[in-house]
């Protein structure tokens, strides 16, 4: 039974946590702008699993710092968005190919590795752009194969 529901809702379950890691992000700021740090401070710690939280590559809202540096925001926020998009698809988003899978993680990889060899300093719109590419990337790509499995998996319990 528990088995069961989790197949139907399991692409629902992973969008409502990134959903909740996104509003978390946000909220942290605003908390802290009306003086509830003794909840936007456990808050901000707890998405540090997630997230180095670098200071000069964070966006501010009322001076106060999000919960998640800008790449790691852009990456859970298109994550979300294309897993929201999956959700409603009723799960019949085609795949992406791995080809362009790969090309779409390797403008990060180039921001992220150059910028710490020290080649030169990423910014803001490169961290942005290059997380949204990579978040939409992996979830386009993972999110229809899981389902493609199950599909499969579920196809041949039926033929047994």
Request: hydrophobic residues 50%.
């Amino acid at each position: 039974m528990l088995g069961e529901w989790l197949l139907n809702y399991w692409a629902t379950i992973i969008t409502t946590v990134l959903g909740l890691i996104v509003a978390t992000a946000v909220s942290i700021p605003f908390l802290s702008y009306f003086g509830l740090d003794a909840i936007a401070k456990p808050l901000f710690f707890s998405l540090h699993f997630v997230c180095a939280q670098v200071p000069s590559h964070s966006f501010y809202i009322f001076g106060h710092q999000l919960g998640l540096c800008e790449r790691n925001f852009s990456i859970y926020v298109s994550m979300f968005l294309g897993s929201l998009v999956f959700v409603l698809s009723k799960k019949r988003m085609p795949g992406l190919p791995w080809w362009l899978w790969i090309f779409m993680l390797l403008p990060m990889v180039w921001d992220g590795t150059t910028q710490m060899f020290g080649l030169r300093e990423s910014t803001w719109i490169l961290r942005i752009v290059t997380g949204t590419l990579f978040g939409l990337g992996n979830i386009w790509f993972v999110l229809p194969l899981i389902q493609k499995s199950l599909d499969e998996t579920s196809t041949l319990q039926q033929a047994r």
